[in-house]
């Protein structure tokens, strides 16, 4: 099973720029999609709807904001949406798809970059997003969360980090809900199970030229439940084109 998540930053720019035609070469089985800024009775047009594969959609309220998809090419057995709080099912953050062996959803972190109010509710976001990871835990089958964390998990995964202690995205809390995350609830981060490498990057400031430079952090992840830890073949981030400030991350899983 090959798993893509991107942040399009706006569905409607990351297609004009040619994100659907890269898509449907990929061989994806399901393809993950966050912050759209659209709502899907605006995607109605055949190009954000590629032959072969199932869309399924999850608005923000507001318009022109947010809003989740989830493109798969089997059939789910069933689609479901929200997690019962405001802070997600009004901003459109979360859709999850469940198939025979494994459920796969579709999700973001708000940013908090902005303002410290901005901090303030990403952090009750992740407090109450860690409540449905420990849901989870209890039943009695597999998980891909993959999306948009809005956070760098460690050093190596922001350049310049020294200077960004103090910056969301690699502030000691959220470094500190990671490492709850990944290590005490045994949770994976699937693309640094298959690829060690450093400078490994999905998202770049819209400065100077820091995509050119390779100069960003890796705030986009697939988080599994443990049984996949050893299920995890090959992971990726494509640069070879940019379609957004985030680049699409793709992991590659041994799932029938």
């Not at 608005?59 to 802070?87: N, Q």
């Not at 809900?177 to 005490?184: T, Y």
Request: glycine letters at 6%; proline letters at 3%; one cysteine or more.
């Amino acid at each position: 099973m090959r798993v893509i998540t991107f942040n399009t930053q706006g569905i409607e720019q990351a297609t004009d720029r040619g994100f659907f035609d890269w898509m449907v070469r990929q061989d994806a089985d399901v393809v993950c999609l966050q912050n759209l800024r659209a709502k899907e009775y605006q995607l109605d047009a055949d190009r954000y709807h590629p032959k072969g594969y199932h869309a399924f959609f999850f608005d923000a309220f507001e318009d022109g904001y947010s809003g989740v998809a989830i493109y798969t090419r089997e059939l789910p057995k069933a689609i479901m949406t929200g997690l019962g709080f405001e802070l997600c099912d009004s901003h459109g953050r979360f859709i999850q798809a469940d198939f025979d062996k494994v459920s796969v959803a579709s999700m973001s972190i708000p940013p908090g970059l902005k303002s410290p109010e901005d901090q303030i509710r990403k952090e009750e976001y992740m407090e109450l997003f860690m409540g449905h990871l420990k849901k989870t835990l209890r039943k009695r089958r597999d998980f891909i969360f993959a999306g948009t964390f809005h956070i760098a998990h460690k050093a190596v995964d922001l350049s310049n980090w020294y200077a960004n202690q103090s910056v969301s995205g690699f502030l000691p809390q959220e470094r500190v809900w990671m490492e709850e995350v990944l290590d005490e609830m045994g949770f994976v981060d699937a693309f640094r199970r298959a690829n060690k490498a450093e400078r490994q990057y999905s998202w770049w400031p819209d400065y100077n030229r820091a995509w050119n430079l390779n100069e960003g952090a890796r705030l986009d992840y697939q988080i599994t439940t443990a049984n996949l830890r050893n299920n995890v073949k090959a992971a990726r981030i494509y640069r070879d084109e940019q379609f957004s400030q985030h680049a699409p991350v793709i992991v590659d899983y041994n799932i029938g």
